[in-house]
């Protein structure tokens, strides 16, 4: 049975985290705690400053005594599971991924088992020791691409603080419902619905959300798009999408009931009708590598369940390719 762990740590902020906000600059000097953990464990109180409890935003200016008194609860026992994984690069620190359709990346409550974590931790048991087992993004479980895992608790560290700095760059590939007139960013804050939990939503009150969009193919009635990801959000392109009035297309969740014009070939009215996901792929990864800081770039070519779509809007469209 597995017990909460008692952590006791003291430490100084040093002068060079002067105006960084409170739970960066802790998680700078505690590096083995990730900046999520130090935050709830500052919003619970275990984090006392000066001998005085503050807020995650607040800014230090150096010279702070930290005293942090908390409770680490370790991840739940996951078991490993001997399933098929597309690794595309591996080394000693990091592995990427191309994640297929229906995977669930994190066990949960009706996916306890199946999911990407657990066929991770079958093909290097080591990864059990890591926060969430090496992975720092996620895909949605249709969603399909690329994925980058930490092998080692420096490169957990590393990767994080890219994805926060937001040196990672992500490229994924769309097709979304309606002709996008021209390339553009949408820049609308996302959070929970407020009705349906299950749901995000454009919200006032949600976390800033950044996507930039850029046209590849303009058909009949539906555009191919580039989406770079700038912030990474829950369900952050279905929902930017829907909101400028362009679903994805297959979008169950976020795309409303999209009737396939009736003056388009059967076969593509159909193909439209029952594709069988979000057409969203993460087709593109760049990152600094974490031991050698090099400049990573890694592409997988489209999914076949794309290249048919497309290839059925293009003839519906008459465009040669």
Known sequence: MQTDLKINLQGVIPAESAAQRLDQAVAQLFPKYSRSVIKQWIDAGFVVINGELKKPREKVVGGEEIIIRALLVPEPSWEPENSPLDIIYQDEALLVINKPANLVVHPAAGHASGTLINALLHFDPSLATLPRAGIVHRLDKDTTGLMVVARTLAAHHHLVAQLQARTVKRIYHTVVA????????????????????????????????????????????????????????????????????????????????????????????????????????????????????????????????????????????????
Do not use: W
């Not at 994805?248 to 059967?266: C, F, L």
């Not at 990573?296 to 369940?305: A, G, M, N, S």
């Not at 497309?310 to 465009?319: F, S």
């Open 178 to 321: 309606g002709i996008v007139r021209s390339n553009g960013k949408v820049e609308a804050a996302i959070g929970r619905h407020p009705y349906e939990r299950k749901k995000m939503a454009v919200n006032t009150n949600g976390k800033i959300a950044i996507s930039h969009y850029k046209v590849i193919t303009r058909f009949s009635n539906h555009t191919y798009l580039e989406v770079q990801l700038e912030t990474g959000r829950t369900h952050q392109i279905r929902v930017h999408m829907a909101h400028i009035r362009h679903p994805v297309i297959g979008d169950k969740t976020y795309g409303g009931r999209q009737v396939p014009n009736s003056k388009i070939a059967k076969v593509l009215q159909e193909t439209l009708k029952n594709f069988p996901r979000q057409a969203l792929q993460a087709k593109e990864l760049c990152l600094i590598h974490p031991i050698t800081h090099e400049y990573c770039q890694f592409e997988v070519p489209l999914t076949k369940d794309m290249q048919i779509l497309l290839g059925l809007l293009k003839e519906d469209a008459k465009i040669e390719f």
